[in-house]
């Protein structure tokens, strides 16, 4: 018993440690970007030794995938798709507020990564394999059992779940573009998610 509790308290105390460095490395990112920002300031903002960073993480770049990845496929996201009520036809509705939201309060990160996708192509690499590939997976999956069972459409579920992530980055990409004075400021998320919603599953052709 005692060997599994300090198990535990090791386990929490990283949890810890590593919401704490990458809380820190988001300031520091947000300040100087991702490349003039150093791992000497970030460990500086988290009171922690530089040397710490390395304990958790393999470097910068590992850092902001990590920073990053973390909102991408956060843990109301995966919540939502564990839900029952993921099999309800107003199910997409749902997931797309919290990704329009999630996106829009960390619109920053969208610039962010872009850029460092653009400048280093082994980031990309290295964000698609951790983290864009199992999102497009679990949308995928979503998307299949929606397909499955007669509330979508027959789609190419591989395209399908394409589609909805550029529609969501795209849509992000605008708020940021336009700021929080924009056009898209006049909406609730949840308007703006249904309507988003409602062009995926309905299309803008007009009814037959």
């Known amino acids: 018993m005692p060997v599994q509790s300090?198990?535990?308290k090791k386990e929490a105390i990283t949890k810890r440690r590593k919401r704490q460095i990458i809380a820190a490395a988001r300031e520091v990112f947000s300040q100087k970007g991702f490349s003039e920002a150093t791992t000497a300031e970030i460990a500086q903002q988290a009171g922690v030794s530089e040397g710490t960073i390395y304990n958790y993480f393999e470097s910068k770049r590992d850092l902001l995938v990590s920073l990053i990845g973390g909102y991408a496929l956060d843990e109301s996201l995966l919540n939502l798709f564990k839900s029952p009520s993921i099999n309800n036809i107003e199910s997409l509705p749902a997931v797309l507020e919290?990704?329009?939201?999630?996106?829009?309060?960390n619109s920053d990160l969208l610039t962010l990564l872009l850029a460092?996708?653009?400048r280093t192509p082994e980031f990309g690499e290295q964000y698609a394999r951790q983290v864009l590939v199992?999102?497009?997976a679990l949308l995928k999956a979503y998307l299949d059992?929606?397909?499955g069972n007669g509330t979508l459409r027959p789609v190419d579920t591989e395209v399908g779940?394409?589609?909805?992530v550029?529609?969501?980055?795209?849509?992000i990409a605008v708020h940021q573009i336009e700021g929080d004075g924009g056009f898209l400021s006049k909406y609730s998320i949840k308007d703006l998610a249904e309507e988003v919603a409602n062009i995926l599953t309905v299309g803008l052709g007009t009814k037959k």
Request: overall charge neutral; charged content about 25%; hydrophobic content about 45%.
């Open 134 to 136: 199992p999102g497009l």
């Open 166 to 171: 550029g529609m969501v980055v795209g849509l």
């Open 161 to 164: 779940s394409r589609i909805i």
């Open 6 to 8: 300090n198990h535990k």
């Open 98 to 105: 919290d990704r329009i939201e999630i996106g829009f309060e």
């Open 145 to 147: 059992m929606r397909v």
């Open 116 to 118: 460092e996708i653009q």
